[in-house]
């Protein structure tokens, strides 16, 4: 079935459900992790036997910042390895999920702050499949991405993030998938092998960034350029940074808040993930 028959049978099965659908921030980290059995992909393992299991997977991937706001909408996303000078095993992954049309114009359906458009050249990037795969690695369950538009300032993305609030209550898992702290510029590269090893200004970025997130001081992580030298230094660009505020715009007001795989890497990165509900 294709076209609004299918949009009208796949919206009428995504009914409301009686509890909201967790919501994740997961710091995705380098791409190995995709195929890697470390602690960070084994956390990401046991989330996906954790949680409900969903209809569908949206995914706010920090790889995809391009100007305008886009929603995959094929039948199968190709798996995209947007990486160089890593061994063939992660090249040779494919992760073959399907997608959702329908569930791709029901996306764009919830959101009137801006036009969103159908994509159908994308696929799932490795700030997507990296994670999905280890968190359900039938491939079974549709995946689907939005965009990050880079021509917006940060509380636009949060005000965005509020429209897909009703996907939660379908069933929909969304996830932002970024990293709080990611400087690549200053990575200790003699370091990468040792989980734990962060920068001063790394760690203390990192437990502001958490203290803020427990208050629900969501303006201050909206406006992070006024967190002084180690905010600075935690987000030089804001791609990695942005899925987090679309989480906090995503979130309820009920929800608990929890965080997982806290911990720095090669001093500049961290890879401490949210998960509210």
């Keep these: 079935m294709t076209g609004l028959s299918a949009f009208n049978q796949f919206t009428s099965e995504l009914k409301e459900q009686e509890h909201l659908m967790p919501l994740l921030f997961i710091g995705h980290g380098s791409p190995m992790n995709g195929i890697e059995d470390n ?3 084994e956390r990401w393992m046991r989330m996906g036997k954790e949680l409900p299991v969903p209809q569908a997977v949206l995914v706010v991937s ?21 990486f160089g000078g890593f061994p ?35 696929g799932l990037d ?12 039938k491939a079974n369950i549709p995946v689907l991405q939005l965009s990050i538009d880079y021509t917006k300032d940060p509380q636009y993305h949060y005000e965005l993030a509020k429209e897909l609030y009703g996907l939660r209550k379908k069933g929909v898992l969304i996830i932002g998938s970024g990293n709080m702290v990611h400087n690549l ?31 629900g001081d969501d303006q201050s992580l909206i406006r992070y350029d006024q967190l002084g030298t180690a905010g600075r230094l935690a987000i030089p660009t ?3 940074y942005l899925p987090l505020l679309y989480t906090l715009g995503l979130k309820g007001k ?11 890497v090669a001093g500049s990165l961290t890879m401490t993930s949210v998960k509210w509900g």
Aim: aromatic residues 14%.
């Design 39 to 41: 602690e960070f992909s």
């Design 62 to 82: 920090a790889h995809w910042f391009r100007k305008g706001t886009l929603v995959t909408a094929m039948d199968f996303p190709r798996t995209i390895h947007d």
């Design 88 to 122: 063939q095993a992660l090249f040779d992954v494919q992760y073959p999920a399907p997608g959702s049309a329908a569930l791709a114009k029901e996306t764009a359906s919830l959101i009137h702050t801006t036009q969103v458009e159908m994509d159908h050249d994308w």
């Design 126 to 137: 490795h700030g997507t499949w990296t994670i999905v795969r280890h968190m359900y690695p």
């Design 185 to 215: 510029r200053m990575v200790a590269w003699d370091k990468i092998n040792e989980p734990g090893y962060g920068y001063d200004w790394a760690i203390e970025m990192n437990q502001t960034f958490k203290q803020l997130i427990t208050a």
């Design 238 to 240: 804001p791609e990695h």
């Design 254 to 264: 009920k929800d608990e808040v929890s965080f997982f795989n806290d911990k720095a």
